[in-house]
């Protein structure tokens, strides 16, 4: 069936480093592709999504591009904050509900 | 006050006993899921709801029933409880208006211990 595959941490960097958490999907169609954040005690939030290849969400300086030849929606920013440390999630959505990957947690440290 | 709402936040059970987990929105979309948190494993489907009527088995029903009682309310039974059903329970809500690329909105769980 579809699903995702992020790469595991726990991830630990300084303030203001490069971020990428990678993410690869297996699916028989085109289904839209999510990054969801999880902080500390609270329900998980969307972060950016695109919804066909080539496209590219972003959000709160984040980004990332669907990326149909290489299967592969990968999470970047360009220089991370302490308020960033959090659970990554990348998720697919075949159809009716999200497939999730299993998440990636950060920590920023100063 | 929060769009989607989740109670009990805390529960510990023994096993063998009956546990509903509660879910309400006031986002008025007509779809609502429940989710299960484990460690290492992502966010997995129990059960999800397109309206009223129409509730569906997810990924990992077994041992888990639902009742959509109201548009607004969805909740989650264990009718017994075990403790490898010990984990932290998601309700999320979407609106089925633009299709399937609709945000979900989550709750912010429900953490269930089962001895």
């Known amino acids: 069936g579809d699903s995702v595959t992020q790469m595991e941490g726990p991830v630990t960097l300084s303030e203001e480093a490069f971020l990428t958490i990678n993410c690869t999907y297996t699916a028989t169609g085109y289904p839209s592709l999510f990054w969801y954040v999880q902080y500390p005690g609270e329900g998980l939030q969307l972060l950016l999504k695109a919804t066909k290849a080539d496209d590219k969400g972003s959000n709160k300086g984040f980004e990332a591009t669907y990326r149909k030849e290489t299967t592969s929606f990968h999470l970047e920013k360009g220089s991370v904050q302490v308020s960033d440390s959090a659970v990554y999630f990348c998720?697919?959505?075949?159809?009716?509900?999200?497939?999730f990957g299993k998440g990636t947690s950060l920590l920023v440290t100063p | 006050d929060a769009d989607v709402t989740q109670t009990p936040r805390n529960r510990i059970t023994k096993t063998g006993k009956r546990i509903m987990l509660e879910c309400s929105q006031t986002k008025g979309h007509d779809r609502m899921y429940w989710y299960r948190q484990d460690p290492g494993l992502g966010l997995r489907l129990i059960y999800y709801s397109f309206d009223v009527k129409d509730i569906n088995k997810g990924e990992i029903s077994d041992g888990y029933s639902v009742s959509r009682q109201a548009q607004a309310k969805f909740s989650l039974s264990l009718e017994s409880a075990i403790p490898n059903q010990t984990a932290l329970y998601f309700c999320?809500?979407?609106?089925?208006?633009?299709?399937?690329?609709?945000?979900?909105?989550f709750g912010p769980g429900t953490r269930l211990t089962v001895l």
């Open positions: 999320a809500t979407s609106d089925s208006v633009g299709g399937a690329y609709n945000e979900q909105f």
């Open positions: 998720a697919l959505r075949p159809g009716y509900a999200l497939n």
